[in-house]
């Protein structure tokens, strides 16, 4: 039996967290994996960290740790990974983004891939609803936009390679935990799958058809994305930098 940590980042999702939860505890017991699931609440100002510890008193597979103020879903899913135990590792987002092909990461990792994530990217990928909102359109580009420059910039070019999806799982390699990563708010992501990658681990991605969420807290035109590029500088300059 597979063995594997399920790390969740949540900020200010009292409304999901308790339902979403119970789902995927159900999923992992129907696949008959042996799992922990560490959700790590980034600081929420409502009562998700409430929420959780409804869940953790009635399962006990479930974890849950707190940050006392916003730190960023890097930096909670670093947490995630010093306190998980298990050698396969699963990343989602809290609203539990393609689930529908949850089970296929844990089928993957038993077909012996290192690496296996969810792709927009992906020639067989689509969005579902076609007629687009400004605003969708808008999220749409500025992320075709950051992967062109991450695939340019850094040659990674796995179908399209698309590094930040809500749904990506690895196998722990030897001395993980002494990798140094830098990033504390969005490009975790892109850290692990360039350090597998320079690694010559074997990829897998999955095609979705998938919905651009009209109610996200990213705005387009918002001080935050100052930050975001700023980072993505800053790591990729790193990356860059690195030799494997």
């Given at each position: ?128 609803k076609k007629d687009l909102s400004f605003y969708q359109k808008t999220r749409y580009l500025a992320g075709y936009i950051v992967s062109l420059i991450i695939r340019s910039l850094l040659n ?89």
């Amino acid at each position: 039996m597979i063995s594997i940590s399920i790390i969740i980042p949540c900020y200010n999702d009292e409304k999901i967290i308790e339902k979403k939860l119970i789902l995927l505890v159900k999923k992992l017991k129907s696949i008959k994996a042996k799992f922990e699931i560490l959700a790590i609440d980034d600081g929420s100002k409502d009562k998700t960290f409430v929420k959780l510890n409804k869940i953790k008193q009635n399962y006990k597979n479930v974890k849950i740790y707190y940050n006392k103020r916003n730190m960023g879903k890097s930096y909670s899913i670093r947490k995630g990974l010093k306190k998980s135990k298990y050698n396969y590792v699963i990343l989602t987002d809290s609203d539990l983004p393609y689930f529908y092909v949850f089970s296929k990461i844990v089928k993957y990792f038993k077909k012996d891939y290192d690496f296996v994530f969810v792709n927009r990217r992906h020639k067989k990928s689509s969005i579902q609803k076609k007629d687009l909102s400004f605003y969708q359109k808008t999220r749409y580009l500025a992320g075709y936009i950051v992967s062109l420059i991450i695939r340019s910039l850094l040659n990674l070019n796995i179908d399209g390679g698309d590094t930040q999806s809500g749904l990506k799982g690895f196998k722990k390699i030897k001395n993980f935990e002494d990798y140094e990563f830098i990033s504390f708010k969005f490009f975790l992501d892109l850290e692990i799958f360039y350090l597998y990658r320079k690694l010559n681990k074997k990829f897998f991605s999955i095609p979705v058809k998938y919905d651009i969420d009209e109610n996200s807290s990213i705005q387009i035109f918002s001080v935050k994305n100052f930050a975001i590029l700023s980072e993505l500088t800053k790591v990729i300059l790193k990356l860059k930098s690195q030799r494997y």
